[in-house]
T-cell receptor, first 114, second 116 residues
């Protein structure tokens, strides 16, 4: 595996379900990010982890719960979601402390809440 | 705060036409600037970047020049192909978070469709 991988690629869940999204980066980076991409809206940064520590939580509802057990893995735990949470969830990684700070993205998980 | 403004799409061009997608930004310091591309059903891919004034980023025939005096980073390509059809995002890195994970500020994206 290379780059940033995300599983599953597609997920359909009911509002009472609990599910988790997984992200893994194979780039040796130490920072990871969750973004939400909805139709007709700008990309929204949800969470930032730097050296496994959460450094940003951009007013995300508590029904989204991130977990970063190590610098290569990032999870997004989902529970009691709403239909408006349907979106493409993108994971990204970067090397914090290095110049330029470009982020590398995974292919995303297309989430549909029914 | 920081912000990125892109020209609204969608943009539709014929193959071999010249492409310009405008991007302007506001930032308190000296950010790095990026163009990302998102093909249908995929995540964002870094297309090119520029880290200081007058730098020109280039990749796959695309170019953009970091213009500090006009706070712009317009994307150009001399001859587009059908395979360039995608959504293009302009972004800047927050210059205030030195030495730690920086946030990227993205524009709203511009949909490009190239017709054969």
């Amino acid at each position: 595996e290379t780059g940033v991988t995300q599983t599953p690629r597609h997920l359909v869940m009911g509002m009472t379900n609990k599910k988790s999204l997984k992200c893994e980066q194979h780039l040796g980076h130490n920072a990871m990010y969750w973004y939400k991409q909805s139709a007709k809206k700008p990309l929204e940064l949800m969470f930032v982890y730097n050296f496994k520590e959460q450094t940003e939580n951009n007013s995300v509802p508590s029904r989204f719960s991130p977990e970063c057990p190590n610098s290569s893995h990032l999870f997004l735990h989902l529970h009691t979601l709403q239909p408006e949470d349907s979106a493409l969830y993108l994971c990204a990684s970067s090397q914090a402390g290095r110049d330029h700070y470009e982020q590398y993205f995974g292919p995303g998980t297309r989430l549909t809440v029914t | 705060g920081n912000s990125v403004t892109q020209m609204e799409g969608p943009v539709t061009l014929s193959e071999e036409a010249f492409l310009t997608i405008n991007c302007t930004y506001t930032a308190t310091g000296y950010p790095s600037l990026f163009w990302y591309v998102q093909y249908p059903g995929e995540g964002l891919q870094l297309l090119l970047k520029a880290t200081k004034a007058d730098d020109k980023g280039s990749n796959k025939g695309f170019e953009a020049t970091y213009r500090k005096e006009t706070t712009s980073f317009h994307l150009e390509k001399g001859s587009v192909q059908v395979s360039d059809s995608a959504v293009y995002f302009c972004a800047l890195s927050d210059p205030l978070y030195s030495g730690s994970a920086r946030q990227l500020t993205f524009g709203s994206g511009t949909q490009l469709t190239v017709l054969p």
